[in-house]
């Protein structure tokens, strides 16, 4: 069993495409905006960010060659209007079939989670232009062949 703490450096790339327009309103529904500001048509932001995580790892050989091992780490960011999480938890079975050739079962947890917000000042008037949540995750079992050298 063991604790880990660390950085992680990870390169995170977004872009969104599209056309938001900003104008004032006026009394007349049916009447167009005199002036309208569009924001850029392509939304391109780029980092690179060392991601501080915290993590449990341990496992335990219950029989000659099976070992059944676990592990959960939690990563965070925010920087600027970008702020996001991993959280990865596995807990499986490892068997060794024969030297340097393995096979694992396991069961997984994995879920990312991005929000971005940015807003665009016109005229001393502060508007938000794109407030967005990216969430991937994955929930299951895991079957895998592996071979170490």
Request: proline share 4%.
């Amino acid at each position: 069993m063991g604790a880990s703490i660390g950085l992680h450096t990870m390169f995170v790339e977004t872009v969104f495409e599209g056309n938001i327009g900003l104008c004032e309103s006026r009394s007349d529904p049916d009447a167009l905006c005199d002036t309208a500001t569009f924001t850029p048509r392509i939304v391109d932001n780029a980092l690179t960010a060392p991601l501080p995580d915290v993590g449990v790892y341990g496992s335990y050989e219950f029989y000659p060659g099976w070992v059944f091992n676990a592990h959960a780490q939690y990563f965070a960011i925010k920087y600027d209007n970008v702020k996001g999480s991993l959280v990865d938890i596995r807990a499986g079975v490892q068997a060794i079939i024969c030297e340097n050739w393995h096979l694992s079962l396991a069961y997984n947890y994995y879920d990312v989670d991005v929000d971005i917000e940015q807003s665009r000042s016109i005229l001393d008037t502060e508007f938000r232009t794109f407030d967005y949540n990216i969430n991937y995750s994955f929930t299951g079992p895991m079957f895998a062949v592996s071979y170490s050298f």
